[in-house]
């Protein structure tokens, strides 16, 4: 598993009157007084969509935050970085719900419902998950789609130890081996459906993850390092700030927003495959993101994917998610 950093350079948008979109109607604070922030982050809709539109927006600017942006191509290198002490928060899939549980990262903000992101494809003659008994099946372990494929094999009555063998690659040489016919079926996380999409055409998909929603649904979001998240409470609410006007710009004016982000950071995507992107994920206001963190239903979804890696990753005592999912910086600027 690679935790190689690529580090990526972004066109900065600066939009009329962006100094509107900040939270609370607090005023922009000064390029001298901004704070340095190590965000790791992976380049796919459902992470990054808002993280770059509040780029656009300057709405981290507007927060004083001067944030540095690192690629990474799992959330389990991102991870092993921010434990390492190379990062200070990040932004993920399903893994938010892993290392937390360990005591390993502090969880603060939720980005999405991975709700169709996550596939599964397989070759002619594969029509369902049951097909699968006996074959390789390629993706990336400890990873969203390795979550998703979890839920669907065991769904479908099939043991992932003994009835099915699971290749663990990384998820460009896992889609690869898929394309080129060295394995029957993948399990990926868009946008490398595209890929197969577009250089396998005969392939099908079997089944999202939006088949198991709201019973199996996936979440990603925000942690810190637990000393990061201890001593600077007043970085996460700025956070926070910046994030919120992105996010609600991206749920209200989708029309709008992925057209931006398409032109000036996702520029090789298609507009018409960065709205099927889109599509695949579900995202919330931030009104409706606070009701959801009060009544407990971003807990479960924490949870269920927490019981996921306590059973694969053989996690002693984990911490749930009531201990390493903190709402009470979010529901105080936004509840």
């Keep these: 598993m690679s935790n190689t950093i690529t580090r990526r350079n972004f066109l900065k948008g600066v939009g ?6 900040a939270v609370g109607g607090v005023p922009p604070l000064f390029a ?44 389990l290198g991102m991870f092993q970085a921010l434990v390492g ?18 005591g390993q990262g502090e969880v603060f903000l939720i980005n999405n419902v991975e709700w169709a992101t996550a596939q599964l494809w397989a070759a002619p003659g594969i029509e369902s998950v049951e097909d699968l008994r006996g074959k390789k099946i390629a993706t990336t372990l400890g990873t969203t ?9 065991t769904s479908a009555g099939l043991d992932p130890d003994k009835d099915v063998q699971l290749v663990n690659q ?3 040489e896992a889609v690869t081996a898929f394309i080129s016919g060295a394995v029957p079926a993948v399990a990926l996380w868009v946008p490398f459906n595209i890929s197969v999409h577009e ?33 600077n409470p007043d970085v996460i609410d700025k956070i926070i700030k910046g994030w919120i006007p992105a996010n609600d710009f991206l749920v209200n004016k989708p029309d709008e927003a992925l057209p931006i982000l398409q032109e000036n950071y996702y520029q090789k995507v298609p507009l018409d495959q960065l709205k099927t992107m889109y599509e ?6 931030s009104d409706k993101w606070a009701t959801l963190y009060r009544d407990g239903t971003v807990n479960e979804w924490l949870n269920q994917v927490t019981d996921f890696f306590v059973e694969f990753g053989g996690i002693d005592s984990p911490r749930m998610s009531e201990s390493y999912f903190h709402t009470k910086p979010y529901l105080s600027i936004a509840g």
């Design 32 to 75: 001298q007084n901004r704070q340095k922030v190590r965000v790791g982050y992976l380049h796919t809709l459902a992470v990054d969509g808002q993280i770059w539109l509040a780029d656009h927006m300057n709405t981290w600017r507007d927060q004083g935050l001067d944030m540095e942006f690192v690629q990474f191509t799992t959330g």
């Design 16 to 21: 009329a009157g962006a100094s509107l979109y």
């Design 85 to 102: 002490g190379s990062l200070d928060v990040l932004a993920t899939g399903a893994v938010v719900s892993n290392f937390p549980a360990r």
């Design 170 to 172: 990384r998820m460009s």
């Design 199 to 231: 250089q396998r055409p005969e392939a099908n998909m079997v089944v999202d993850a939006s088949e198991y929603y709201p019973e199996a649904a996936i979440v990603g979001g925000w942690a810190a390092r637990g000393d990061f998240y201890q001593d």
């Design 145 to 153: 789609a390795h979550v998703f494929l979890h839920r669907a094999l």
């Design 280 to 285: 695949a994920e579900k995202v919330f206001t």
